[in-house]
């Protein structure tokens, strides 16, 4: 049985107590067990608790004396564990469970025996969306106005999460609980995220006791950059051992979760647990096994335009969207699916195909961690929470879908459709980093309009969640539809574990949490809403709800489309909406009703002015301009120097070898036995760089993503002889100040002499990949060159004296 700590307190020394037991929030339980008439506590305690004070006698020797050991911090009584679960750009439509067409039959067994919410928001975005998550304050005011690459030097947008913002975990971990994150961490600012720490902003510095995941937007499902706690570590294998072939991060992040559980059921049975599980999917990549891929093959030949349809028309058979609903209509600028010819429908199809194996894999894997829970015995006193995304569905795989994300959306590079149907067969697996076409998007947010990224439309802020606690919620299989936000998932785990929001963490006065407890609906479906207000914003696009209606900008333009400039305020029109008879947001009242549009309109202001929002930011490129304003670890420095065996060291945190010429120079020893292996690399296979030996000849390769015609290799023609060599690469770079993506001539040389050389016409501008890092003596991550991928990591078998980076 859990129980709270109680102290062997007597009437006598009660009052010498007393100022520890008010701080503690524990005066009740003392009361309690001495039958006394209960003290309440103070409306919010401050963690730590104080050290509890010494009980026992002190004599001479310790045959006059009594001992009184402290005795920890228990979690209140009864305090379930909590399971909080949250999934990546996954659309209101995508899953079964609110009517999607994609099978996700954990998420429906745990609706069956919970309650499923219909009106549940995000904020359009990651990073966002996961900092108001974890500390139920809204993202501005948790510092994290968008994702961490793109923030501003102004208190809502800087990504450095304000310590009076303590987390779920924090609280719950000094309130008796054993807590852990499993997945992606995108909420550690760039400058940040290497080995160099510092740490504050990681989980382990976030009150997390344990993580294994990934720091960053997304990660390569087959080939992960992975962090255990605040250590790069080698996962392919996993914990069962299986053949590197077999690995999938998915399945790795789950048995890490069910080991965990297990054995902290083993060491610890009457101590809850708190897990944040927080998988890849589905942002891209989008990988998933091909048994998996092939479980869906034909299963979306009928196309976007019908799969829409057939989910809205499941929707109201489920009762999930309600009866008067309406779907809203395909945009414009989206193909219609009958006026694409058979060869673009196969692509399209197959993308979906693989899209769906993805979410359903994940959903699988979600279920076996439910799964270890249930053999623990504590299935029915843990409250378990099923995010499905953090925000809509996902537009930047742009009208014809990637094989690389980045490349494409990021650095402005192409594809020509002949190129993607020609890889087809291979994508979902670790040969490419694919995204499906936006229509598809658009299937999965119905019935809603727009997409991730637009605060102003529920396609980006609406996603489906289910709540279960078997001990507690007896009304099973049952809808909400209440409006409710992110940012009242914390204050409902707090009312859950019966205990309160501290009113200072570790020193840190705490700043109000903005987010409201969601238990009230457990009991009653026909309870009236307490989220009365709340707003939306993500780059200008603006949302506001009040009392049942809805107030948003109109989006200028889709994710993939070219950035307007010189916007303002007054750029974009305001729609309204009275949601509580337009569950879609499908009938536009602003002609109508211009005098509730203004009232809501000028709450919107309010609003920002309280949270954080301004000042106000239109536009990405503001964001690229800021990165000379950033704390950085490598801003104004020239000269670099790496030893063998330095690896995982982020592209934020690394030299900037775009736009520049640069020089890098290895001083190696080569054994009599010959040399092979990697030298130093940054990024992989879609895009990057590597100084490496093959067969005894030094080699540069460089590419701007995975096509053959978009790289160059330059080899020595000789062997290199036993003994010490240096090799230098040098790169002139062809553009002029401030022109990015220019092109420029590479010369290899050995010990001061030229042996090779080379052009190129264009160069990666802005990123070489979100997850892939800069190694030396080896190559984590994907290879790049695939001539030694059957070998990764490739480790250099000489020895590297040291690398030098200078940029010119």
């Given at each position: ?555 200028l333009l889709f994710a993939w489309e070219p950035e307007p400039k010189g916007l303002t305020p007054s750029s974009f029109t305001w729609e309204l909406y009275h949601i509580n008879e337009d569950f879609t947001q499908a009938k536009n009242l602003a002609k109508e009703k211009p005098e509730k549009l203004k009232e809501l309109e000028e709450l919107w202001w309010a609003e920002a002015g309280r949270n954080n929002v301004l000042p106000m930011n239109f536009s990405p490129q503001a964001t690229v301009a800021a990165i000379f304003e950033r704390p950085s670890l490598t801003r104004g420095r020239k000269q670099f120097e790496y030893h063998q065996g330095t690896v995982r060291i982020p592209e934020g945190t690394a030299p900037a070898l775009k736009n520049t010429s640069f020089a890098i120079t290895a001083h190696i020893d080569v054994p009599t036995t010959g040399v092979e292996g990697v030298i130093v690399t940054q990024g992989g296979r879609f895009a990057g760089w590597g100084l490496a030996v093959l067969d005894g000849k030094p080699i540069w390769a460089y590419k701007r993503t995975q096509q053959k015609k978009d790289g160059i290799r330059i080899t020595g023609p000789d062997k290199l002889t036993p003994g010490k060599h240096t090799i230098t690469l040098d790169f002139a770079y062809a553009g002029k100040a401030k022109e990015v993506g220019k092109g420029g001539n590479y010369v290899l040389a050995v010990d001061g002499k030229k042996v090779a050389e080379g052009a ?49």
């Amino acid at each position: 049985m859990r129980k709270r700590l109680l102290l062997p307190v007597s009437l006598v020394a009660l009052g010498g107590v007393l100022g520890w037991l008010a701080a503690s929030g524990r005066v009740n339980d003392i009361f309690a067990q001495e039958n006394k008439p209960a003290i309440q506590p103070p409306p919010a305690p401050t963690l730590p608790y104080p050290d509890p004070p010494f009980h026992g006698t002190i004599g001479r020797t310790t045959a006059d004396s009594k001992s009184d050991f402290p005795q920890p911090v228990h979690a209140p009584k009864g305090a379930p564990n909590v399971l909080l679960i949250m999934t990546d750009d996954v659309g209101f439509g995508a899953s079964s469970t609110f009517g999607g067409a994609i099978p996700t039959p954990t998420f429906d067994k745990l609706a069956a025996r919970g309650l499923k919410y219909n009106r549940f928001h995000t904020t359009a975005l990651c990073s966002p969306t996961r900092a108001a998550l974890i500390s139920g304050r809204n993202h501005h005011n948790s510092h994290t106005g968008m994702i961490m690459e793109r923030s501003l030097g102004y208190p809502g947008y800087d990504s450095v999460m304000p310590k009076s913002c303590g987390t779920i975990a924090e609280t719950l971990r000094q309130n008796g609980y054993s807590t852990a994150w499993f997945g992606k961490n995108h909420n550690v600012p760039g400058w940040q995220s290497s080995a160099a720490g510092p740490f504050d902003l990681w989980p382990t510095g976030l009150g997390f006791e344990y993580f294994y995941g990934f720091i960053g937007g997304d990660v390569n499902q087959w080939d992960p950059t992975i962090f255990e706690n605040t250590s790069p570590v080698e996962p392919k294998g996993g914990l069962t051992g299986k053949a590197k072939a077999d690995y999938h991060l998915d399945s790795d992040l789950s048995d890490h979760a069910i080991r965990w559980i297990q054995d902290q059921h083993s060491l610890a049975p009457d101590k809850p647990f708190f897990a944040y599980y927080v998988p890849g999917a589905t942002h891209a990549p989008h990988h998933a096994p091909k048994e998996w891929i092939a479980k869906f093959k034909g299963q979306f030949d009928q196309g976007w335009d019908k799969v829409r349809e057939e989910t809205f028309s499941r929707q109201k058979k489920l009762g999930v969207v309600p009866q008067n609903a309406v779907l809203t209509p395909r945009p414009d600028n989206l193909p219609a699916w009958d006026s694409l010819d058979a060869k673009h429908k196969e692509l399209y199809a197959r993308m979906m195909e693989v899209y769906a194996a993805f979410l359903a894999f994940t959903d699988h894997n979600i279920g076996r961690v439910i799964d270890a829970v249930e053999k623990t015995g504590e299935l029915d006193n843990t409250l378990i929470i099923y995010i499905q995304g953090d925000n809509g569905g996902s537009a930047e795989g742009t009208l014809q879908g990637t094989a690389n994300e980045l490349a494409v959306l990021g650095n402005g590079e192409t594809e020509t459709f002949d190129f993607l149907y020609s890889v087809k067969d291979e994508l979902g697996g670790p040969l490419h980093y694919n995204h499906f076409p936006v229509p598809w998007t658009w299937a999965m947010n119905a019935p809603m309009q727009w997409t991730k990224r637009y605060a102003s439309h529920f396609g980006g802020i609406r996603n489906g969640m289910v709540m279960s606690w078997p001990k507690r919620i007896k009304n099973a299989g049952g809808l909400r539809d209440l409006f409710h936000h992110i940012i009242d998932i914390a204050p409902t785990i707090y009312e859950s574990a019966g205990v309160q929001a501290p009113a200072s963490i570790n020193g840190v006065k705490q700043a109000p949490i903005d987010g409201t407890s969601m238990a009230y609906t457990w009991d009653d479906a026909k309870a009236k809403g307490r989220r009365i207000t709340q707003y939306f914003e993500m780059f200008g696009n603006r949302g506001i709800y009040h009392d049942g209606w809805f107030a948003g900008t109109t989006p200028l333009l889709f994710a993939w489309e070219p950035e307007p400039k010189g916007l303002t305020p007054s750029s974009f029109t305001w729609e309204l909406y009275h949601i509580n008879e337009d569950f879609t947001q499908a009938k536009n009242l602003a002609k109508e009703k211009p005098e509730k549009l203004k009232e809501l309109e000028e709450l919107w202001w309010a609003e920002a002015g309280r949270n954080n929002v301004l000042p106000m930011n239109f536009s990405p490129q503001a964001t690229v301009a800021a990165i000379f304003e950033r704390p950085s670890l490598t801003r104004g420095r020239k000269q670099f120097e790496y030893h063998q065996g330095t690896v995982r060291i982020p592209e934020g945190t690394a030299p900037a070898l775009k736009n520049t010429s640069f020089a890098i120079t290895a001083h190696i020893d080569v054994p009599t036995t010959g040399v092979e292996g990697v030298i130093v690399t940054q990024g992989g296979r879609f895009a990057g760089w590597g100084l490496a030996v093959l067969d005894g000849k030094p080699i540069w390769a460089y590419k701007r993503t995975q096509q053959k015609k978009d790289g160059i290799r330059i080899t020595g023609p000789d062997k290199l002889t036993p003994g010490k060599h240096t090799i230098t690469l040098d790169f002139a770079y062809a553009g002029k100040a401030k022109e990015v993506g220019k092109g420029g001539n590479y010369v290899l040389a050995v010990d001061g002499k030229k042996v090779a050389e080379g052009a190129i016409e264009a160069t990666t501008p802005f990123l070489y990949s979100i997850d892939e890092t800069l190694d030396v003596g080896e190559d984590r991550g994907t290879p790049i060159m695939e001539d030694y991928a059957d070998r990764m990591p490739f480790r250099f078998n000489g020895k590297i004296d040291k690398v030098t980076i200078e940029l010119k």
